[in-house]
C-alpha cells in the first residue's frame, strides 16, 4: 500500500528554519505531484505549496512565497520542504501528499508531522 512518510518537523524559534522530507513508498512517485498542505488548531486545512511530477511547476500560498521552497527528487522518491524566517503562524500539522496533478486533490497524504515555532 501507499505511504508517505513525513520528517523534520520539531519545535524551532521565530526567524529560524526548518527542513520537512517525505519519502513515498508503493507509489509511481514519478507521475505524482506532491504537496505540502497544513492544518493549524482550530482552522481547516491549507495548500503550503505543490510540485508538478517533473519538476517544472510549483506552487506556492501567499503565506509561503519567498520563505519556504518545495523540491523533489524523483530517484529517491521523496519531496521536501524547505521553511525560512519561519512565524509563530505557521505552527501547524504539515501534511505531505501526492495527486496526479497540481490542480487536483490529493489521492493520497501522509501522516502528518508537527511544526511548532515559538516567539
Known amino acids: 500500500q501507499v505511504q508517505l512518510v513525513e520528517s523534520g518537523g520539531g519545535l524551532v524559534t521565530a526567524g529560524g528554519s526548518l527542513r520537512l522530507s517525505c519519502a513515498a513508498s508503493?507509489?509511481?512517485?514519478?507521475?505524482?505531484?506532491m504537496g505540502w498542505f497544513r492544518q493549524a488548531p482550530g482552522k481547516e486545512r491549507e495548500l503550503v505549496a505543490v510540485?508538478?511530477?517533473?519538476?517544472?511547476?510549483?506552487r506556492y500560498a501567499d503565506s509561503a512565497k519567498g520563505r519556504f521552497t518545495i523540491s523533489r527528487d524523483n530517484a529517491k522518491s521523496s519531496v521536501a520542504l524547505q521553511m525560512n524566517s519561519l512565524n509563530d503562524e505557521d505552527t501547524a500539522i504539515y501534511y505531505c501528499?501526492?495527486?496526479?496533478?497540481?490542480?487536483?486533490?490529493?489521492?493520497?497524504w501522509g501522516q502528518g508531522t508537527q511544526v511548532t515555532v515559538s516567539s
Open positions: 501528499a501526492a495527486s496526479v496533478s497540481t490542480g487536483v486533490s490529493p489521492r493520497y
Open positions: 508503493a507509489l509511481t512517485f514519478s507521475t505524482y505531484a
Open positions: 510540485i508538478s511530477n517533473g519538476s517544472k511547476t510549483t
